[in-house]
């Protein structure tokens, strides 16, 4: 009877000092999830900062192709203006 009353409470013991540490464990899970739950909302945060500064970038870029294409028939218009300048002196 002693054995078993033994065993019990040394299994009892077992349970108790398991039961610890995964309490322990679960405050530990608890706190490093909310650790990555910020750092997910900064991320996607970041994400859509450089979303909106790609989007910025390629509306740059669609201007800056006009601006060429004009710069361009500038340039031409003047040259044949500068040639026909030149063929009158």
């Known amino acids: ?23 322990a464990e679960n405050h530990r899970l ?7 739950v910020a750092q997910v909302g900064a991320l996607e945060a970041g994400g859509q900062r450089l979303a909106q500064e790609l989007a ?15 710069r361009k028939e500038i340039e031409d218009r003047v040259g044949s203006l500068i040639q026909k300048l030149a063929a009158l002196g």
């Not at 740059?60 to 192709?65: H, K, Q, R, V």
């Open 1 to 23: 009877m002693d054995d078993n009353l033994n065993l019990l409470e040394a299994r009892v013991v077992e349970a108790v000092a398991l039961i610890k540490d995964l309490r």
């Open 30 to 36: 608890a706190a490093r999830n909310e650790d990555l």
């Open 56 to 70: 910025d970038a390629k509306a740059n870029a669609g201007d800056i192709e006009s601006y060429e294409e004009k």
